[in-house]
């Protein structure tokens, strides 16, 4: 069979009644009669209150003492409003039920003050109508049915006493039955509508961010973007350098693979050795992704994972340029967070070398000197024609060495010094946070 497609009256007559009988009004509805069965356990105490001090008297049986009951609840449910749990339970329904847009919302439970007292409020706003209206849903359409039938059932008329006094004795008022009861079903929705169209309105205001959450948000995205940079720079530093002395080790063994087999074979030793160590470094850095959320941030502000300058021999080794290394004291003896950084920062100047030394046989001259407070690296290299090694997205490294020591609360420069480019970097021996990138 055939289905017809409703006429554009009935199209109308659907939207109009949507905000009485739609699907969010009878979501909404259902919200509230949760906030009603909710207020039940404290509209029970409020009843027993009440009768004991009536002098012990049925409260059930006089609407007054329902109506003080009512008044005795809301302020017990206020006070269970401050539990921080309730936010959370709250904002979910509200979300599910009173069509409020998630982002509106504030996440996890209230700790604040503010943010407790608002809950609070709309703990009470939503037990308070949710009462009322649950207790209209309740009364009301078994009265409104009873007056719409009343004129087809004279059994009702007689066993009823509302019906033969009053008002509906009358002919015209007895005629008019039907529609009463349906006015009164309309009411009814109308007064849910109402009561949803508040929560709604009032959910992100009492629900939403306080200007406490809103900061913890702010400082939770700045210290994942601060986790994003660190792994940049761990990445950067382990991996690029990586590609630079294995791009520069591999072209030189090309050039003589002819003429000097001894020389190739070194070449694909020291590739080996560098590929080898560059995975162990890059499965640490895997390690910080790998962390569970409720871990705790390195103490220095710094990576937690990667060789310290104990390593420094076999980097220098198969760094792919010569290196000629001076040591003052013994930076084996520093702190690791500074151990850590500092190996990083010689591998990040190894990595320059190679790009812009220019591949000549001038070694590359490291100083590594424990001072009295801090600990000094200086690298030097002679300035090439053209880079050695050309690594597109490159320039990001002199940054990286620069907010390494930053975090340290140490400093680096970085510049041409007669024919060579050196580069400078003092840090603290004992480390503490700095100005975070």
Not at 387 to 401: K, N, Q
Request: charged share 20%; proline share 8%.
């Amino acid at each position: 069979m055939r289905l017809l497609a409703p006429t554009a009256g009935q199209r109308a007559h659907t939207k109009a009644l949507a905000p009485l009988i739609g699907r969010r009004a009878r979501l909404r509805w259902l919200h509230l009669i949760i906030g009603g069965a909710l207020l039940m356990p404290y509209f029970l105490v409020g009843m027993v209150l009440v009768g004991l001090a009536d002098g012990g008297k049925q409260p059930f049986s006089s609407l007054a003492a329902q109506f003080a009951a009512f008044a005795c609840a809301l302020p017990m449910a206020a006070v269970s409003g401050f539990f921080p749990l309730v936010r959370p339970l709250s904002a979910a329904a509200a979300r599910a039920l009173c069509g409020v847009p998630p982002a509106l919302f504030a996440e996890g439970p209230a700790r604040t003050r503010q943010a407790r007292v608002r809950t609070a409020a709309w703990f009470t706003l939503h037990l308070a109508l949710g009462g009322i209206v649950s207790g209209i849903t309740l009364a009301l359409p078994p009265f409104a049915v009873a007056v719409m039938v009343l004129p087809f059932s004279a059994a009702l008329r007689e066993s009823w006493p509302v019906a033969g006094s009053g008002v509906l004795a009358e002919p015209w008022a007895l005629a008019l039955a039907p529609l009463a009861g349906l006015a009164m079903l309309g009411a009814m929705a109308a007064v849910a509508a109402a009561a949803g169209e508040l929560l709604a309105r009032r959910a992100p205001v009492l629900l939403g961010p306080t200007p406490e959450d809103r900061l913890a948000a702010a400082e939770r995205r700045a210290a994942d973007l601060a986790v994003r940079n660190r792994l940049a720079r761990e990445l950067h530093d382990s991996v690029g350098h990586a590609l630079s002395a294995v791009t520069l080790q591999a072209g030189a063994a090309r050039r003589v693979l002819d003429r000097d087999p001894e020389f190739v074979r070194r070449a694909l030793t020291a590739i080996e050795e560098t590929t080898r160590r560059t995975v162990g470094e890059l499965d640490s850095v895997v390690g910080l992704l790998r962390q569970d959320d409720d871990e705790e941030e390195p103490d220095s502000g710094g990576s937690a994972y990667g060789p310290g300058l104990d390593a420094l021999g076999g980097l220098l080794e198969h760094c792919g340029v010569p290196v000629a290394y001076e040591r003052e004291g013994d930076p084996d003896g520093v702190e690791p967070v500074v151990s850590r950084e500092a190996y990083r920062i010689v591998q990040e100047g190894l990595s320059n070398a190679l790009r812009h030394g220019g591949g000549g046989p001038t070694p590359v001259r490291l100083l590594i000197a424990v001072r009295e407070r801090e600990l000094e690296i200086v690298m030097e290299n002679p300035l090439g024609g053209r880079p050695a090694v050309v690594r597109p997205g490159g320039g990001r490294g002199l940054r990286g060495i620069a907010e390494r020591a930053a975090l340290l609360g140490g400093r680096s420069e970085a510049g041409p010094y007669g024919a060579t480019w050196r580069l400078t970097a003092r840090l603290p021996l004992t480390a503490h946070r700095g100005k975070r990138p």
